[in-house]
């Protein structure tokens, strides 16, 4: 690319920058532009699609990372960082602009949260998603259809509006654009990750977690028609990872592999592919269309679909990009990933694939430690 199209493309991403690096700047004006509603959820099983067609805006609520005043009151200082952060903020009210929150049921951690927020937060809307564990039967099925059925009438009654299924078909149009988009920018990774770096990617998706939906089609669309969509291929790139695990927010992480020389050239976490895998069917009954999207897709280690199913998503990854290792970032004290890395480790190791396994916290607490594991690991995959 030239000049002009390099300074283009920036301008393009600047606004995905700014709107990750400000979330609850952004959340504040677009409340007081429109009028509207937001909604507060964790984790990428929550069914957003319901959400944004009861008008109103769903935001993935990030920790701060900001110094922890009041959350150690009522957690255990071995509760993870985005389940302590989070309920800091909340506490400290840097979530004014929400009506309330989503919990789906996922960790342990989570479903203790969700009893803790509700106690002692005063927002309006507080909901709980009893999602089922394992995934891969006919009765998980039934019982997913039972609880979106019942949490679109929920949240219907508490935001005092209807979600008719005109609503919801215009939801899922929406999140089907936004995923297909959102996979384009992927394969533009696949093919030339040095034009859209990993750093650069991750910022798009956590803005996307937070923006207006409807906004956010329009500016993936402009960013996916500026790409060059030909270019190198992934083995050029130098020294190639795929990134695994759950919920991360530490654009830090790319930073620190880019500096040593190394591209993230895909992801299997929450808030990466598996936010925007898979599509909705239009046909038929909406409501079991999007339990089967969330049914189907790559679980992650606090839902169930056989010990080896991850593993079996990840070494094709690995194949497909050509990548030279995986790298396992896990937040600490994050048991459902903790027990799910074993199986992983061992299928990696039995097809030759190397990784290594580096527990943070969000922020990351010693940037100088996860640099020289980062270093070590890298310099142990030899050359490209």
């Known amino acids: 690319m030239g000049t002009t199209r390099d300074n283009s493309l920036a301008d393009r991403l600047r606004l995905f920058y700014e709107i990750a690096a400000h ?5 504040r004006q677009w409340k007081a532009k429109h009028r509207k509603k937001i909604v507060g ?25 900001e110094k922890i005043t009041n959350a150690d009151a009522h957690l255990q200082s071995y509760c993870c960082s ?63 259809i039972a609880v979106l059925k019942k949490f679109r009438q929920d949240l ?8 008719s ?14 995923r297909s988009l959102l996979q384009k ?34 500016a993936l669309q402009d960013l996916v028609s500026h790409l060059d969509t030909k270019g190198i291929d992934a083995h050029r790139a130098g020294k190639t990872v795929v990134l695994a695990g759950g919920f991360y927010n530490m654009p830090a992480i790319h930073q620190t592999l ?3 020389g190394a591209t993230v050239i895909a992801e299997d976490v929450c808030t990466g592919s598996r936010y925007f895998q898979g599509t909705i069917s239009l046909k038929g009954d909406v409501v079991k269309a999007i339990a089967a999207r969330y049914l189907e897709r790559i679980n992650c280690p606090a839902k169930h679909a056989g010990l080896e199913n991850r593993g079996r998503t990840i070494i094709p990854k690995v194949k497909e990009y050509q990548a030279h290792g995986v790298i396992f970032v896990y937040l600490k004290f994050c048991d459902p990933h903790a027990f799910d890395y074993p199986y992983i480790k061992k299928m990696l190791d039995d097809e030759g694939i190397p990784s290594v396994l580096i527990e943070t916290e969000d922020p990351i607490s010693s940037e100088g430690q996860f640099s020289t594991r980062c270093e070590a690991f890298i310099e142990m995959l030899g050359d490209n």
């Open 82 to 144: 985005l389940v302590r952060g989070a309920l800091d903020d909340a506490l400290c009210g840097k979530f004014d602009f929400l009506s309330g929150a989503v919990f789906p049921h996922t960790c342990d951690a989570m479903q203790r949260l969700s009893d803790i927020w509700r106690l002692n937060t005063r927002f309006d809307v507080h909901l709980d998603v009893g999602l089922p564990a394992v995934l891969n039967t006919e009765q998980a099925r039934t019982y997913m």
């Open 258 to 260: 880019e500096r040593l």
């Open 185 to 218: 920018l992927q394969d533009v990774r696949k093919t030339n990750p040095k034009q859209l770096t990993a750093e650069n990617f991750h910022r798009i998706l956590t803005a996307a977690m937070i923006m207006d939906r409807f906004e956010l089609a329009q």
């Open 23 to 27: 979330p609850g700047d952004y959340a």
């Open 156 to 163: 219907g009654h508490a935001l005092e509006i209807e979600i």
């Open 41 to 65: 959820y964790f984790c990428s099983y929550t069914p957003e699609e319901i959400i944004l067609a009861a008008d109103a805006l769903p935001f993935r609520i990030f920790n701060s990372g």
């Open 165 to 178: 299924m005109d609503r919801l078909l215009q939801s899922v149009r929406t999140y089907n654009q936004i």
